[in-house]
């Protein structure tokens, strides 16, 4: 009969899919590698190449070109926490609106800015601004041989192209959240004091009694390590483009949809490990 729905897959599939799991694997050690390498060599990057480290950290704070017109990305990261500071005041209100206690809004932007909303908006401005850019750049050095040039030069390029941007990044991310939760808590009292005219003593009060300064701890340390991974993963996609111009924009796509998934992974086992199935919070009348 010729009418089945079996795909004839050939007689060799069985040795081309144990091969595509073996490099895929593969893929995964020689990443792995590459980042205990990276961090490994931090140290070399803070003695020897500390001016590059201070470069970069103006370059990712306050961006280039057509990005330092606007701020750089502590103006792109301060809008995308104003947008979701504004999305939790107007679905607070409404939704606790609904059951009658709608003064309750300051504890919803105390609670959820706090332990999600800010790290995953912070760490988001940051896979798709400065991540992004760091991929592109190696990539960019990687296809012109500029890389090959600094190591027959004695440079140690990994300490010097990757480290260097895990180090800045750690350090630009921290006033980047500063930011973020700032523009957060603003937006969200705006918009429920503003637009709901809802009282700002009352809205001030359960803000000050939920907002927990261990929540603000952990919360900066979620952002921190987020900072980490990132660079980590657009560095090694850059670092490791081929192709020419095409393969670096598809290493700066795969860098970023990598990056996300981490960032979203890295934040879930978090919070589950750090608030738990309470998360801290009891709520009685």
């Given at each position: 009969m010729t009418g089945g729905t079996a795909v004839d897959r050939g007689p060799g599939w069985p040795i081309k899919t144990a091969r595509s799991v073996v490099d895929s694997w593969n893929r995964v050690g020689a990443q792995i590698k590459?980042?205990?390498?990276?961090?490994?060599e931090t140290g070399i990057a803070l003695t020897r190449y500390h001016t590059e480290i201070l470069r970069l950290i103006a370059q990712m704070s306050l961006g280039t070109g057509a990005l330092a017109l606007i701020g750089g990305t502590v103006a792109v990261v301060g809008f995308m926490t104003m947008t979701t500071g504004a999305v939790i005041a107007v679905q607070g209100y409404n939704e606790?609106?609904?059951?009658?206690v709608e003064a309750m809004t300051g504890f919803i932007s105390a609670y959820v800015n706090v332990r999600i909303v800010s790290p995953a908006v912070a760490g988001i401005g940051l896979a798709a601004t400065i991540g992004a850019g760091a991929t592109a750049q190696l990539g960019a050095m990687r296809i012109a041989d500029e890389i090959d040039a600094l190591e027959v030069m004695a440079v140690r390029s990994v300490a010097y192209l990757v480290?260097?941007?895990?180090?800045?990044?750690?350090?630009v991310v921290i006033p980047l959240y500063c930011v973020a939760m700032v523009c957060a808590f603003l937006a969200a009292r705006f918009g429920t004091t503003g637009f709901y005219h809802q009282s700002t003593g009352v809205y001030d009060h359960y803000f000050n009694t939920f907002l927990n300064s261990t929540d603000l701890l952990w919360s900066l340390f979620t952002v921190v390590l987020m900072g980490i991974a990132v660079m980590l993963v657009h560095t090694y996609y850059g670092y490791t483009a081929t192709g020419g111009p095409a393969g670096v924009g598809a290493a700066v796509g795969?860098?970023?949809?990598?990056?996300?998934?981490?960032?979203?992974?890295l934040l879930l086992a978090i919070a589950l490990s750090v608030y738990g199935q309470s998360g801290n919070f009891h709520l009685s009348g």
């Open positions: 590459f980042n205990v390498r990276s961090v490994r606790l609106s609904g059951i009658g480290s260097t941007r895990v180090v800045a990044g750690v350090v795969r860098s970023v949809r990598t990056s996300l998934i981490v960032l979203v992974l």
